[in-house]
């Protein structure tokens, strides 16, 4: 499994952002994934997962600002997330992972494919 994102940048207070994340590899119906971020000097946090059962886990933080989606192509998958109204303290790396179960401990789940992670600063 492969995960690569896209999309972070310097954006400012209020503004939106697109992030990208190109999974290959998946083959099994089982998963879970999604996006954590951490800021310096603080903790990973869950931002979004996505079960494949279709059920959605939101951070509080980010509920109505942030939007999940996905397509599906063969084995790849692409995860977006759609961040608006962004706020200085959404400033992090923001990375994509994943696994093949489901995610059972919401977004404590731990997953075991990540990737190299791609930088939002929301900043004036």
């Known amino acids: 499994v492969q995960l690569v994102e896209s999309g972070g940048g310097l954006v400012q207070p209020g503004g939106s952002l697109r992030l990208s994340c190109v999974a290959s590899?998946?083959?099994?119906?089982?998963?879970?994934m999604g996006w954590f971020r951490q800021a310096p000097g603080k903790e990973r946090e869950g931002v979004v997962l996505?079960?494949?059962?279709?059920?959605?886990?939101?951070a509080d933080s980010v509920k109505g600002r942030f939007t999940l989606s996905q397509d599906i192509a063969k084995n790849i998958r692409t995860l977006y997330l759609e961040m608006n109204s962004l706020k200085p303290e959404d400033t992090a790396m923001y990375y994509c992972?994943?696994?093949?179960?489901?995610?059972?401990?919401?977004?404590?789940?731990?997953?075991?494919?990540w990737g190299q992670g791609t930088q939002v600063t929301v900043s004036s």
């Open positions: 992972a994943a696994d093949f179960f489901h995610c059972l401990d919401g977004l404590g789940t731990i997953l075991g494919y």
């Open positions: 590899g998946f083959t099994f119906s089982s998963y879970c």
């Open positions: 996505i079960d494949s059962d279709g059920s959605t886990t939101y």
